[in-house]
């Protein structure tokens, strides 16, 4: 970022009012209490175990804090596409939700970075959260094994998901960019 010129770089914080932050403590403080349906895995009832984890490891104070900032930000800006990182964290799913709520029109991508291990849960989404979860339109990944990887373990069969490339890697800043694209004044990453 410190090799950028000619672009203004706005923290998300600076779209957060004194009142946000107060109503999401708020929220953490007095909403915690989760209560679950039986939930069964191998046919053995697993409730209580996931209600305490829920209640031992609630969402944090900046999850919150990332949906009512993004909330602010479309309230004053609305955008055509936006990309974030996706690896099914709460901050990545606050983004989304907050995008499908207040900028629906807007295609949401997420660029999953990184290499997925099976120990990956998160990346395996079940076939009711699937209708509950809020993901982005597309879904980026490293390579056509990455994809065949979510595919394969996770209820996203027939979703749109499409491989990419690795951005980390150096040679890739060498390439020439091509000419032919439209000059975008305003990006939100």
């Not at 949906?67 to 800006?77: A, C, F, G, P, W």
């Not at 040679?171 to 032919?180: A, D, E, N, Q, S």
């Amino acid at each position: 970022i410190n090799k950028i010129k000619n672009v203004t770089v706005i923290p998300f914080e600076f779209f957060l009012k004194f009142s946000d932050i107060f109503k999401c403590y708020y929220r953490i403080l007095f909403n915690q209490n989760y209560r679950l349906n039986t939930v069964k895995f191998y046919g053995i009832d697993v409730s209580r175990v996931l209600e305490q984890e829920f209640n031992r490891k609630p969402l944090s104070l900046g999850h919150f804090l990332v949906y009512e900032s993004t909330r602010n930000i479309l309230k004053k800006y609305k955008f055509r596409k936006t990309f974030l990182t996706y690896e099914n964290i709460a901050w990545e799913n606050m983004f989304t939700s907050a995008f499908s709520k207040y900028n629906p029109e807007c295609e949401v991508i997420g660029f999953q970075h990184t290499v997925i291990p099976q120990a990956a849960m998160g990346m395996f989404l079940g076939k009711e959260e699937v209708k509950y979860k809020p993901l982005p339109n597309k879904i980026i990944t490293t390579g056509e094994e990455t994809k065949k990887i979510i595919q394969k373990y996770s209820s996203l069969a027939g979703y749109n998901i499409v491989p990419g490339c690795a951005l980390r890697f150096q040679w890739l800043h060498k390439r020439k960019l091509k000419k032919t694209r439209k000059k975008i004044k305003n990006i939100l990453i």
